[in-house]
T-cell receptor
Framework: AQKITQTQPGMFVQEKEAVTLDCTYD???????LFWYKQPSSGEMIFLIY??????QNATEGRYSLNFQKARKSANLVISASQLGDSAMYFC???????????????FGAGTRLAVHP | GAGVSQSPRYKVAKRGQDVALRCDPI?????LFWYQQALGQGPEFLTY????????KSGLPSDRFFAERPEGSVSTLKIQRTQQEDSAVYLC???????????????FGNGTRLTVT
């Protein structure tokens, strides 16, 4: 079964508008962390934001915020005031806690390609 | 350097050749991961090292894939008798925290793009 599902292969947004990238996850582990990474065409994976399963508030980092709905098992990324440089692939990832065997690999979704138009 | 360094950046191999991909993690980072990223897909876990110990190799697709980190710093991913389906970007990532810290992000290198012809 897919642990991380990103249902939007591609998204378009107008510059300066906000956009939401969807992510749902599947785990029975009560302790887990959720990450978003950006991958521009150059290939590097850039860490954007993190949300822990026990965090009471939604994470925010500058223009990035994470809409965490635990009961729905969703962790959508919201980018406000989109910029042309935001055009990239975006990956949602999860790290499980208690069952990780003492280490912490990330499990990634298939990604969403975001295109920001002027 | 300050980040994770991978070499070579690009590698073209003829089917059946052996290749070796190098990863130099961030200095002092205990955890090191290798991922395989096929075109248009998310990274898939291959293997994990904590210092020099390979604690998980469950993601290695076949016994043609071998990874080592003998001194707990630089790691090498070796693929023997390469096949066309091995064509992908191989990403290395490191993290300073071993066994704890759900919120500790992985720091990735730029990857090695392997093309098997």
């Amino acid at each position: 079964a897919q642990k991380i599902t990103q249902t939007q292969p591609g998204m378009f947004v107008q510059e300066k508008e906000a956009v939401t990238l969807d992510c749902t996850y599947d785990t029975s582990d009560p302790s887990y962390g959720l990450f978003w990474y950006k991958q521009p065409s150059s290939g590097e994976m850039i860490f954007l934001i993190y949300q822990g399963s026990y965090d009471q508030q939604n994470a925010t980092e500058g223009r990035y915020s994470l809409n965490f709905q635990k009961a729905r098992k969703s962790a959508n990324l919201v980018i406000s005031a989109s910029q042309l440089g935001d055009s990239a692939m975006y990956f949602c990832a999860m790290r499980e806690g208690q069952r990780s065997g003492g280490y912490n690999k990330l499990i990634f979704g298939a990604g969403t390609r975001l295109a920001v138009h002027p | 350097g300050a980040g994770v360094s991978q070499s070579p950046r690009y590698k073209v191999a003829k089917r059946g050749q052996d290749v070796a991909l190098r990863c130099d993690p961030i200095s002092g980072h205990v955890s090191l991961f290798w991922y395989q990223q096929a075109l248009g897909q998310g990274p898939e876990f291959l293997t994990y090292f904590q210092n020099e110990a390979q604690l998980d190799k469950s993601g290695l697709p076949s016994d043609r894939f071998f990874a080592e980190r003998p001194e707990g710093s630089v790691s090498t991913l070796k693929i023997q008798r390469t096949q066309q389906e091995d064509s992908a970007v191989y990403l290395c990532a490191s993290s300073g925290v071993a066994g704890q810290g759900l919120g500790s992000p992985l720091h990735f290198g730029n990857g090695t793009r392997l093309t098997v012809t």
